[in-house]
């Protein structure tokens, strides 16, 4: 299943505000981070600043969420992770609100309850989660909800190699399969969970070989490709709408960033970012689509402009939003 | 639905089958609603809490599960989060063990993070209890762990009328409910080990008890004993033979621990000034000293004649050998010392 122009050029667009949003935050962050108060010895203060707390981005990972997104529907569910803003935009998560939300603002996506780690927008169904794994199951439970309404929809567990190793993976691939329901398991390897590599963490050499124990079709993209991942999303995705049960995918991604911001990343060797940029999944598409035509010099500078300005307009929105009342604080524990 | 019965004639049903009515009721009333866990489709459920649906709703709509109880929570979370309604089994609350971090960082926690935007109706459930010498992975009752936990509403019925009713409120809520019930309390033929009653009226229509309302169990004016589950039916046979020796016990049975009646506590206070409440849960950091630190913190509102008491598991696991078990889970003889000595201890 090739992507159109239509497809490639929307992926491209994604990717361009996934990265750039990433960037973006990744200067925002250390905005306030350094208060007079803080204590001598220390590099910054994580809880201080525009935007408190950690912050875990997904620059490198963008081709994933795009070869995935592009094929979804609103009804379509994504379940991701504390590391997932690449997915939360892919979905066409509100832009505006999801900053203010980063931000600790009341016009955010939770009102400032959730952070960047719990985003929630019911209305494109996308929720991401903080605890490794734990997210899995409910995109199980989203698929099954599917199944049982007969609505077609299909749900998406997003997460990383270090989740795979968690007894919620083991037991939802179990579940999904056993029940054919329509879920894909996005699984992203990008090498690292926090400071231990897959080699150290893994017994196997991939994840796809695991979807084997559990009667189900394992697709491995092995390298950081947008295009290549839009064809095995697009055939795990099919078989799901088809009601013939789950997939694991394993993609190779990287991650740019630490960890978390701030991370001093002595756990990596030296020049293994610089290295890893050398197959940037942007710049691979984007010399595709110049290659092929699909888009000129001009339209390029225009791409990356009018996404730099999109970022803009969601982090001035951001700013401009009020904190919470304080009030708020206890209200929203119970639906009403 | 009205029938010809008097009001001597009303059906009589035991706990689970009260319980099983109000989920059928519910079922064949809104679609979104269904079961998954354990053992809970064929056999209808090891504690026969789902009997009959799966015949009549469908595997579809009842479904066994593989032993996998964070998919079995996490599924219904993602389930709730997209408009059904789940009700998920945990067969033995000890299993509570296994999948705690669905419960305790994302079933609890997903409406409050979500600033109020997603909801999760769903239920769990799960029996506890001791008292059949299953020891000490089978045999808690843990509802403080739940109700120490922000974002879950805790049920705890102690009788057939409550049983169905309450069940009716989880469901219905839009909120996650943990509904426990007792083993002693199902009124199964291989688990009848309370003397108290095992079936009492439970109407057949449906009808929903508002969480947060106690029942006054047995009225009484010289001390008040607040109790949950079996411990209700203990406090009522303790009760009767203190009334022979001219004590007259309240007993009140709080039904729903989150949200918790403590004004039915406090008016009875009122009255009694003295206080014992009885748990079957661990002693310390617990249900019991949560009810007498709030009731210290309202003392204006009445006066105590004695300083409140409390029964409940002392602090060790729970042992197998019947000679054991009986040492640590809280019996008649054990209540009715507790409330002799706050009737000899007066402040």
């Given amino acids: 299943m ?52 950690e912050m875990h981005l997904s620059a490198g990972q963008e081709a994933a969420a795009a070869g995935v ?17 690449h997915f939360a935009i892919a979905k066409g998560v509100n832009l505006d609100r999801m900053t203010a939300e980063i931000f600790g603002k009341v016009d955010g996506l939770c009102r400032g309850k959730g952070g960047h780690m719990h985003l929630y927008d019911p209305e494109v169904n996308f929720a991401c989660n903080g605890i490794v ?15 049982l309404k007969g609505n077609g929809a299909v749900a998406i567990a997003e997460f990383g190699e270090g989740a795979a190793n968690q007894g919620s993976f083991h037991e939802s691939l179990n579940l999904a399969s056993l029940w054919q329901l329509p879920v894909v398991f996005v699984c992203q390897d990008n090498n690292y969970g926090i400071s231990v590599s897959k080699k150290a963490s893994t017994a196997v050499e991939s994840n796809v070989e695991r979807a084997a124990g559990y009667a189900m079709p394992g697709i491995r993209v092995a390298e950081n490709d947008v295009v290549a991942m839009h064809v095995a999303a697009g055939e795990a995705i099919a078989r ?34 610089r290295a890893l940029k050398q197959s940037d999944p942007i710049i691979r598409l984007e010399k ?20 730099s300005e999109r970022v803009q307009v969601a982090i001035a929105f951001a700013r401009a939003s009020a904190y919470p009342d304080a009030a708020e604080a206890r209200q929203h524990l119970f639906a009403e | 639905m009205s029938n010809a019965n008097t009001a001597a004639e009303v059906r009589k049903l035991p706990f689970y089958m009260a319980m099983v009515e109000a989920i059928r009721q519910e079922m064949a009333r809104d679609s979104s609603v269904f079961c998954l866990g354990e053992d809970v489709g064929q056999i209808g459920g090891v504690f026969q809490s ?44 000890d299993f509570m063990g296994v999948c705690f971090d669905q419960i305790l960082n994302n079933i609890s926690k997903t409406t409050y993070m979500s600033g109020g935007a997603v909801k999760l109706p769903l239920v769990i459930t799960a029996s506890t209890g001791g008292g059949i010498c299953d020891a000490a992975q089978h045999s808690q009752t843990l509802h403080g762990y739940f109700a120490h936990t922000p974002g879950i509403k805790v049920v705890i019925p102690s009788n057939p009328y409550d049983a169905k009713g309450l069940m009716t409120t989880a469901i219905r809520d839009d909120n996650p409910v943990v509904y426990l019930f007792h083993r002693g309390l199902l009124g199964l033929p291989v688990l009848n080990f309370i003397d108290a009653q095992f079936a009492t009226d439970v109407p057949e229509e449906p009808y929903a008890i508002p969480f947060g309302e106690a029942r006054i169990v047995r009225k009484g004016s010289d001390v008040t004993i607040v109790a949950f589950a079996q411990m209700v039916h203990k406090a009522r046979l303790a009760a009767a033979e203190l009334e022979a020796q001219g004590i007259s016990v309240e007993i009140i049975d709080p039904r729903t621990l989150v949200p918790l009646d403590m004004d039915s506590i406090y008016t009875s206070l009122s009255k009694t000034g003295r206080l014992l409440v009885i748990d079957e849960d661990y002693l310390s950091f617990g249900v019991t000293g949560e009810i007498i630190a709030r009731v210290a913190e309202n003392l204006g509102r009445f006066t105590l004649k004695a300083a409140p008491r409390r029964l409940a598991i002392p602090d060790v696991n729970i042992p197998y050998s019947p000679a054991l078990e009986n040492q640590v889970i809280p019996q008649v003889s054990n209540i009715v010392e507790a409330v002799e000595s706050l009737m000899n201890n007066p402040l």
């Avoid at chain 1, 990265?19 to 208060?35: I, N, Q, S, W």
């Avoid at chain 2, 009997?51 to 389930?79: C, M, N, Q, W, Y």
């Fill in chain 1, 240 to 273: 799901a709408r088809r009601g013939e049960g789950p997939t694991l995918i394993e993609m190779k991604v990287d991650r740019y960033y630490g960890h978390f911001q701030g991370d001093p990343e002595g756990y990596r060797p030296k020049g293994e970012v």
């Fill in chain 2, 50 to 93: 789902t009997v009959g649906l799966h015949k009549e709703f469908g595997a579809e709509r009842v479904r066994d599960t593989p032993i996998s109880e964070t998919a079995i929570l996490g599924t219904a979370l993602g389930a709730a989060a997209q408009g059904m309604r789940p009700i998920a089994e945990l067969m033995f609350v």
């Fill in chain 1, 2 to 53: 090739q992507a159109s122009h239509d497809q490639l050029l929307w992926m491209y667009h994604r990717m361009l505000l996934i990265r750039e949003y990433e960037d973006t935050l990744a200067m925002v962050y250390f905005e306030g981070k350094l208060p007079p108060h803080i204590q001598k010895g220390l590099a910054f203060d994580i809880g201080a600043g525009t935007i408190p707390g």
């Fill in chain 1, 133 to 147: 794994g734990a997210g899995i199951p409910h995109a199980v439970g989203a698929a099954l909800a599917a199944k």
């Fill in chain 1, 288 to 307: 595709q689509l110049l290659e092929q035509g699909v888009l000129n010099e001009d339209q390029v500078k225009q791409a990356r402009s009018a996404a």
């Fill in chain 1, 69 to 85: 997104c592009v094929h979804l529907e609103p009804q379509d569910s994504v379940w991701g992770t504390h590391r997932a803003h």
